[in-house]
């Protein structure tokens, strides 16, 4: 039996985060709508533009810092008491053995 290594090709294209401009989709998504909502609320262009871009800016540092950082945000509320060092307590763990 071999020892080699078994190499399996990967585009490059499987592996890049789907983006919109440099944004997560969802981020941008996110970005588009609230935009919209001001622009509607406040019957301002400018304020939805404004509050857009900023969102898109923030959306396009986020995806560039990590592309999964939505999903972490969002497991991360269920997760808390995991996560918080000041809430850690310790977790027993019992072994049953075989014999």
Known sequence: MSNARRVNMVHRSLSRPLTILGAERKLFFFAMCVGAGTFNLLDSLLGGLLIFFLLYFVARWATQ?????????????????????????PVSIRRISDA
């Open 65 to 89: 810092t990590d592309p999964q950082i939505l999903r972490f945000l969002l497991t991360a509320a269920n997760l808390r008491t995991q996560y918080d060092p000041a809430k850690f307590s």
